[in-house]
């Protein structure tokens, strides 16, 4: 981006890099998911792109949408027959790599239940000021989306997508000093 200023001969040049953070994500579910189980369908990393002597990015929300088929989005009443409760959870690998789910070693970082859905997406709201949702500058953080299907669901299937365009947030984290 080029701007230049209005009473000065001052041209300045900033580079574009895409956004302050990004959220590539990646379907991890398998092909059966078992009902009264936890199971990871969707891998989310937090990337911080800004600059070095950035605040940490805050995560503020993450909306996924629930379909039975593509194009056929989920109601209430048909959500909450099918999974018991949708959760996130940060990585907490430790530096192994692992980067795979492991429910007694992650962080849980939301739990929604009962799911409350607009025209199938349900927002999964994080707590302001929460560090496990902060993203340091040079450093990625992995998030998984699990869900717990419910006993006896009356959809044998269901997709689930990872929406960002405008609806996925972050923030600038607040830095608190004392005086």
Known sequence: MLGAALLASDITWCEN??????????????????????????????????RVGDNPVELVMFDVLLEETAGDPL?????????????????DDGGSGASSFQPGEDTQVASINPLSLTAGVQTVSFTDGDTDVEVE????????????????????SFLITHKTLNTSTAEDAAILTSR
């Open 17 to 50: 890099r895409g956004g302050q953070f990004g959220l590539p994500t990646a379907d991890t579910a398998a092909p059966l998911v078992q009902a009264g189980a936890l199971s990871e369908v969707l891998k989310i990393t937090g990337v911080h792109n800004g």
């Open 75 to 91: 109601s209430d009443a048909e959500a909450n027959g099918l999974l018991d409760s949708l959760r996130v959870y940060r990585d």
């Open 137 to 156: 500058f040079g450093t990625d953080r992995c998030y998984f989306v699990v869900v717990e299907p419910a006993l006896g669901g009356t959809i044998p």
